[in-house]
């Protein structure tokens, strides 16, 4: 049997290409997160989010084949992360799975793209401020 993963279930590579759009729409915008961003042209940031969400939800895995393993922790190390950015990085995020349709996205991966980038913000502090 062919089992469908969490990205096909979601819509595949147009959902992940709006949920990561409408982030850094966000994040182009926000005064904590903006200056964080070591390049003025956030595109490239925002593919590295949109290859990376899309391999860990079971789509294409360009992100490894491009950057290895992910290692985001050591990643964001260069980042002060502490609750301050991780509650601006979430607001983003919340904002931008909003912003997928009903239909796209159903109550209960709605629930499970929310419980993993809560989990993911938690977990990349680095910073207790
Ligand atoms: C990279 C900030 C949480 C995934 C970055 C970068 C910044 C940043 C400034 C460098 C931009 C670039 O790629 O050039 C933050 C902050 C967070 C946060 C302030 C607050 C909690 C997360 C979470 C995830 C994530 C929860 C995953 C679910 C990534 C990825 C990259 C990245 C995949 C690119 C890594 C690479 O391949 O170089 N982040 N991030 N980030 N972030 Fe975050």
Redesign the pocket.
């Known amino acids: 049997a062919t089992q469908r993963t969490f990205y096909e279930e979601v819509g595949g590579a147009e959902t992940f290409r709006k949920l990561t759009a409408r982030f850094y729409e966000e994040v182009a915008a926000d005064e904590v997160?903006r200056p964080?961003?070591?390049?003025e042209d956030l595109g490239?940031?925002e593919r590295?989010?949109r290859m990376?969400?899309e391999q860990y939800w079971g789509g294409p895995r360009t992100?490894s084949d491009e950057?290895g393993h992910?290692r985001?922790r050591m990643?964001?190390h260069p980042?002060r992360?502490g609750p301050i950015?991780?509650d601006?990085?979430?607001r983003c995020m919340h904002i931008a799975i909003a912003s997928i349709d009903a239909e796209t996205l159903d109550d209960a991966h709605r629930r499970a793209l929310v419980d993993y980038?809560e989990m993911?913000?938690n977990s990349?502090?680095n910073s207790p401020v």
């Open positions: 997160l964080l961003y070591p390049e490239p940031a590295r989010l990376f969400l992100y950057r992910p985001l990643r964001h980042f992360v950015e991780r601006a990085w979430l980038m993911a913000a990349m502090m």
